[in-house]
C-alpha cells in the first residue's frame, strides 16, 4: 500500500484486497484508519505526524513492524510491515510505501504454544527435551 503524507490511501492491491477485505475503490482516497483499530489511532497519528515532519520513524531500515490491524469484517489481525519514507524536494516526507504480511495464524499458534508451556510450567511437568 501507499500513502500520502495526510495518511490517505494512494495505491491498493490484490494482496491488500486479500489481507485487509476492502476492494481498491473503498480503500483508495480514505483514511489508514481504514485498518487502524480505534484504540490505536491516537498512538499511530502521533508516530505518523513525527515521521512527516522529521522524514524519519523510530523503525531501523527494513525493520518488521508488528501490530494488530482491522479487517473489512471487523476481526482483528495481526500484521508485519515494513515502511519507506519517500521525500520530496520541498519537504520531508511525500509518500509512504508500506509492504504488509497477514501473520495472524502464526501469531495466534505462537500464543497457544506460550499459554500451553505456562499451564505445564505451572503444573510442575518437566520441559520436554528438543527433538
Not at 473503498?26 to 484504540?39: H, M, N, Q, W
Request: a positive charge.
Amino acid at each position: 500500500m501507499i500513502c500520502d503524507r495526510n495518511g490517505a490511501i494512494r495505491f491498493w492491491n490484490a494482496g491488500a484486497e486479500r489481507i485487509f477485505g476492502h476492494l481498491a475503490e473503498e480503500a483508495l482516497g480514505a483514511s489508514l484508519d481504514l485498518v487502524i483499530p480505534k484504540r490505536l489511532r491516537s498512538r499511530h497519528w502521533a508516530g505518523w505526524e513525527t515521521a512527516m515532519r522529521s522524514g524519519r520513524t523510530r523503525y531501523g531500515d527494513g525493520q518488521l513492524l508488528a501490530v494488530p490491524a482491522l479487517h473489512k469484517d471487523g476481526r482483528q489481525l495481526s500484521i508485519e510491515f515494513s515502511i519507506q519514507l519517500l521525500p520530496e524536494a520541498s519537504r520531508p516526507v511525500d509518500w509512504v510505501v508500506a509492504i504488509v504480511r497477514d501473520v495472524s495464524e502464526r501469531f495466534a499458534r505462537e500464543k497457544a504454544l506460550r499459554l500451553r508451556l505456562q499451564e505445564l510450567e505451572s503444573a510442575g511437568a518437566p520441559p520436554s527435551p528438543a527433538a
